[in-house]
Every structure is written in C-alpha cells, then in structure tokens.
C-alpha cells in the first residue's frame, strides 16, 4: 500500500466526500465555463476543449487527490468499489456529493450566462450539455448533409472514452502517476467523444448541466437523454473491474499440492529428509557404541589396575 493511500485512509469521511464534492464542482464549473464562454471565443476548437478537459481533472486530482483519492467521477468510483479500492458506504457518499457538486457548477453557471434577445440561454447551453442525434453538438452541421450521430455513434464513443478513463484511473489510482494518468486519459476520452456528444465521460458532469438546461427550448431535452451518459461509463467500469478481478485470481499463488506438477517435487523433498533423518539416526547410534566400547575398555583397564593393586597388598601381607 502506498503512502498515498494510507493518507487518504486516515482523513475522517467528512473531508473526504467534501473533498469529492469541492473537486468534483470545480471541473464541472470549469467545463462549463469553456463550453459555453470559450466555445465562442475558440468556435468549439476541439484541441481546446479536450486539453482544458484534461488539465482540469488533472489539476483537481494533484490538489485534492491527498484527500478523497480524486474520483470526482461515479464510474471511477463504481470501479473502485468494486475492485476493493474504497468502501462501499463510502463510495456511495462519493457518488451523491460528485452528483451534488456538479448540480452546484451547473446552477451558478447558468446564473452567469448573460442573455438578451438575440442571445438566448439555449444557444450558450447548445455546446455545453450531452446528447446525441438532434442533441449533438454536431448537430447543425451535420444536419447540412443529411447526417446525423445517432445511439449508436454515441454509445461507442462515450463507452471507448469510459474504457480508457476507468482503465487509466484504476491502473494508477493511489500512486504519483494518478494525476497525470488522469489527465491524459480525459484529454484523449474528449478528443474521442466530444465530436459526437459533447464529451460527458463522467456522469456527474453530465448530470450537472442536463438539471438546468432542461425545458430551455434546446433541440432535445437533456434528461431524455442522460440515461446514456450513466450507463457508458458505469457499464466501462464494470469491465474494467471484471478484467482487474480475473486477473487479481490468476495471479494469486496456488495451495501447495493444487499443481500436479508440483507433486513430484514435495515429494522428492519428504524423501530427501527422511534420508537425512535416518542418516543423521545411524551416525547418533554408532557414536553411542563408539562411546559404550571405550566406557568398557577403560572400565576394564580400571578393573585390572585395581586388581593388581590388591593382589599387590595382599602379597604385602602375607610377608609380613
């Protein structure tokens, strides 16, 4: 376990999900800022939208990620959960304070979207929330040449995107690499998806806007169509979990006498020191004859010395 773990382990719950939710706002008000204010400016430049995306994921996870860990995004926790890395309650807190945070930036950004007659809300919001079809952001072009991206377009986009989101949060999550592994995988998830649907590749982001844009005149209304921005990216975790799973039982190391090829082997060792046991048993008894013989000889030396001396003394006796 690394340090950083065990750092975010020992901050009461409390910090924890506020850290969830403080970082989670701060990348959904930062998205919606440069999809609406920059999306005029830069005229949906997708280099600028997919590196300010992945900036600001990487930055809120290099200052809050001490913390909480630095989800900030439902499906990375879902995987977490899932693959031991966080708690379930836990997780769950996750999840309803990013939802909550996102709600907050989607509130104050649309209180500071100026409009007038020939601006409406629903012109900022166009480039801003999730959708596909008459809800992409591609829609008005596209619509030129009788195109359009349909469910499909958008479920394998947003489902490629969660894939390399999950997969990079869950390879690194916990160690130095998680911020910059976080950073890269959004940047290169919205260089894929934002063409199509406005880039979601998180559920709270797109939760965020969708609550506000609602009943705003935009050509689809945006919470008919979230559903799809919840399931792409919790049906990624889902696999990712379930290959980090199978791999995690594949790697364990197997029982002793699991592997028949192993077999041989023990048993060569059980034999090899039932040898040494009775190898070392015939060295122990003849020692202890080697040790019983010279007791006898020297017991026997002993006896004859004290048989001479008497014989000796009694002759002695005699002559007197």
Same mark, same amino acid.
């Given at each position: ?12 719950? +409390? ?41 600001? =994921? ?21 995987? #977490?959960?899932?693959?031991? @890395? ?89 160690? @130095? ?8 995988? =959004? ?15 998180? +559920? ?8 506000? #844009? ?107």
């Amino acid at each position: 376990m690394t340090s950083e773990q065990n750092i975010t382990k020992e901050q009461p719950w +409390p910090l924890r999900v506020g850290a969830e939710l403080v970082g989670t706002f701060l990348i959904c008000f930062a998205i919606y800022v440069f999809s609406t204010f920059g999306s005029i400016v830069f005229q949906l430049n997708l280099a600028y939208i997919a590196l300010g995306t992945g900036l600001v =994921y990487a930055a809120a996870v290099f200052a809050l990620g001490g913390v909480s860990g630095g989800q900030f995004n439902p499906a990375v926790t879902v995987a #977490a959960m899932v693959t031991g @890395r966080t708690k379930l309650v836990d997780g769950i807190l996750y999840i309803v304070f990013q939802v909550v945070g996102a709600t907050l930036a989607g509130m104050l950004v649309k209180f500071l979207l100026p409009t007038s007659e020939n601006v409406t809300l629903a012109q900022w919001l166009t480039t801003t929330v999730n959708g596909f079809d008459k809800g992409s952001v591609a829609y008005s072009t596209l619509t030129q040449y009788g195109l359009n991206f349909s469910i499909t377009q958008a479920i394998a986009v947003e489902l490629v995107a969660g894939l390399l989101i999950v997969g990079a949060a869950m390879a690194t999550y916990g160690t @130095r690499r998680y911020a910059l592994a976080t950073g890269v995988s =959004y940047t290169v998830g919205a260089a894929v998806a934002f063409p199509v649907t406005g880039a979601a590749l998180n +559920p709270a982001r797109a939760t965020g806007i969708a609550l506000f #844009a609602q009943n705003q005149k935009l050509q689809v209304e945006p919470l008919s169509q979230l559903w799809v921005f919840w399931i792409c990216p919790i049906l990624a975790a889902a696999l990712v979990s379930l290959v980090m799973v199978l791999q995690q039982m594949i790697a364990a190391p197997k029982a002793k006498g699991d592997d028949p090829a192993q077999l041989t082997t023990y048993n060569e060792a059980a034999d090899s020191a039932q040898d040494a046991q009775e190898t070392t048993a015939d060295e122990d008894d003849e020692a202890d004859e080697s040790a019983t013989s010279q007791w006898n000889a020297v017991h026997a030396e002993v006896g004859g010395k004290q048989s001479d001396a008497k014989a000796d003394a009694d002759e002695g006796v005699e002559r007197d």
